[in-house]
């Protein structure tokens, strides 16, 4: 099946420093890529759909100069969290799509979890 | 707005108990329907999913699901659950005119005693 893979699965960082996260699509290509927020015990909320060459569309409420999205291949998005802090100590999780389909059967990283200290 | 509503926050069944996780959701047009698992430190798997046809969907791990339009529900079923089966299990759903965009329910965390 179509394997999906995020680095780091886990990062510790200062507040105000700027932590990058990787999604890439091993096996398939990925035109669109998914970047949710997994709060304890809750569900995963959409941040923002990745789409490869432009500009990523952001979910209502996700600041996009806080959390900057780049998607320069089929393969691979990656999502900075800019200026850390406490607050923005996450699980991130990122998903694909496979190119030219769209039923929404989606492909899931294995998490991210960032720790702002 | 579009909605997916799990109101089973967390189920503990004893092995072989017979499982039923609800799932309803809030859209009145066309949706792709889903059951996502999550193993205990591992990724979101795809258990099953409805399309169209049958509302009787046969996922992995003997798990199924049926699709009843005039409840808006989703509702998982195994008839006879395992410790394996321990598990944060989603509801999740698309709209036709959304595909890609997937809404996902609360989750359920089932726990299994062995």
Known sequence: ?117 | AQSVSQHNHHVILSEAASLELGCNYSYGGTVNLFWYVQYPGQHLQLLLKYFSGDPLVKGIKGFEAEFIKSKFSFNLRKPSVQWSDTAEYFCAVTTYSSASKIIFGSGTRLSIRP
């Not at chain 1, 569309?57 to 996009?64: H, N, W």
């Not at chain 1, 030219?100 to 294995?110: K, M, P, S």
């Open chain 1, 1 to 117: 099946g179509a394997v999906v893979s995020q680095h780091p699965s886990w990062v510790i960082c200062k507040s105000g420093t700027s932590v990058k996260i990787e999604c890439r699509s091993l096996d398939f290509q990925a035109t669109t890529m998914f970047w949710y927020r997994q709060f304890p015990k809750q569900s995963l909320m959409l941040m923002a759909t990745s789409n490869e060459g432009s500009k990523a569309t952001y979910e209502q409420g996700v600041e996009k100069d806080k959390f900057l999205i780049n998607h320069a291949s089929l393969t691979l998005s990656t999502l900075t969290v800019t200026s850390a802090h406490p607050e923005d100590s996450s699980f991130y999780i990122c998903s694909a799509e496979l190119a030219g389909v769209n039923t929404g059967e989606l492909f899931f990283g294995e998490g991210s979890r960032l720790t702002v200290l």
